[in-house]
Nanobody, 121 residues
């Protein structure tokens, strides 16, 4: 089992930046990929960005391309999401997740508790 703990959320003005962190512990050797997802009330959780743990291959949602950057530090078992040029529509509960099998949305089956990001206009 892999445990995930997110940090770094908060309140920021539009145009500002935040960096989210997700520390993994437990059976980290089973991780194939990690990712960030977000959810707003009444809507489904959507993928924001994903990264493979060894090759560092990345995937981004169209809505965040050019503004968000995902990275990982294998030595620290931590994945980051650098969010720049934030918009009010980026406001959401952000979840970190891990997958042991692939990069597809459905392969992510291990979730953190979430961290709130609020962007004011």
């Amino acid at each position: 089992q892999v445990q995930l703990v997110e940090s770094g959320g908060g309140l920021v003005q539009a145009g500002g930046s935040l960096r989210l962190s997700c520390a993994a512990s437990g059976r980290t050797s089973t991780i194939y990929a990690m990712g960030w997802f977000r959810q707003t009330p009444g809507k489904e959780r959507v993928a924001v960005s994903r990264i493979t743990w060894t090759g560092g291959n990345t995937v981004y949602a169209d809505s965040v391309k050019g503004r968000f950057t995902i990275s990982r530090d294998n030595a620290k078992n931590t994945v980051y999401l650098q969010m720049n040029s934030l918009k009010p529509e980026d406001t959401a509960l952000y979840y970190c997740a891990s997958s042991s099998t692939g990069l597809s949305y459905s392969s992510f089956n291990n979730w953190g508790q979430g961290t709130q990001v609020t962007v004011s206009s």
